[in-house]
């Protein structure tokens, strides 16, 4: 079985992948101190088996799992033994070890691993709604995950407008929704492709396929008048396709 960790504790991630050497039939594609770097992972790998540590930064291991479309087997690793009634809800998950763990704990783990049927979804009393869940077809160049109240939200780059900063925050203006993130305009601004957003002010990144109209220093894009600094005035025009 390949499989991958996810925990933010560094020594435990070195802990689990000690214990899964000690498994021929086990083989670690991967680890990940959090759960946003795991799922880009499995949009474009698939896996027999996830460590998951239920404690983490701004995303629960529970978080985790109502993201995942097609869940593989799941054994949960924490130091709480407080959530087992909760995981055993979850079809995915095989077993919960709680850490310490020790080696014949851990291959009794494995044991459940290697029999238990696949789950084909996670189940209806947990599942997220659509706009949580990665979809499996989607490259990572298109889609933009954002965090909001532990939820991660999936977001198609091309129907983002504009990008505004204010303070501590950013507001992502999209086609359907505006969302306003903890974040920096520097920050998003290097997740997005350079042939379709330009900053234009020290404020403001625009998508430059939704410019309406362009008049002295401004753009209007959709009902937003978009303020345009004097240096970066040239590069959006050489970005324009001009008759």
């Given amino acids: 079985m390949n499989c991958i960790i996810i925990d933010d504790e560094e020594t435990a991630r070195a802990i689990i992948q000690h214990l899964c050497s000690q498994v021929e039939e086990l083989e670690v594609a ?9 799922i880009k992972f499995l949009n474009k790998e698939e896996v027999d088996l996830i460590f998951l540590d239920i404690h983490m930064p701004d995303f629960t291991g529970f978080d985790f799992i109502q993201t995942l479309k097609n869940p593989p087997k799941i054994i949960l690793t924490t130091s709480d033994k407080n959530f087992a009634l909760e995981a055993f809800e979850y079809d995915c998950i095989v077993d919960y070890l ?12 494995i044991q459940k691993a290697e029999t238990a049927p696949s789950a084909p979804s996670v189940s209806s009393s947990t599942k997220s709604t659509d706009d949580t869940i990665p979809s499996e077809n989607s490259s990572e160049e298109n889609d933009l995950y954002i965090n909001i109240d532990r939820r991660l939200i999936k977001i198609d780059i091309p129907t ?3 990008i505004e900063a204010k303070g501590d925050y950013i507001l992502i203006k999209t086609d359907k929704q505006n969302y306003t993130v903890h974040s920096t305009l520097k920050k998003i ?3 997005l492709p350079n042939d379709l957003f330009l900053k234009v002010h020290r404020s403001y990144v625009i998508n430059f396929k939704k410019i ?13 008048v978009i303020p345009v600094s004097r240096s970066n005035r040239p590069e959006l025009m050489k970005r324009l396709n001009l008759l």
């Fill in 160 to 162: 983002i407008s504009v």
């Fill in 30 to 38: 991967q680890d990940f101190p959090n759960a946003i770097q795991a």
């Fill in 98 to 109: 709680v850490k310490p763990i020790t080696l014949p704990r851990f291959l009794k783990a």
């Fill in 212 to 224: 309406i109209d362009i008049e002295d220093n401004s753009v209007l894009i959709e009902k937003d």
């Fill in 189 to 191: 601004e290097e997740k």
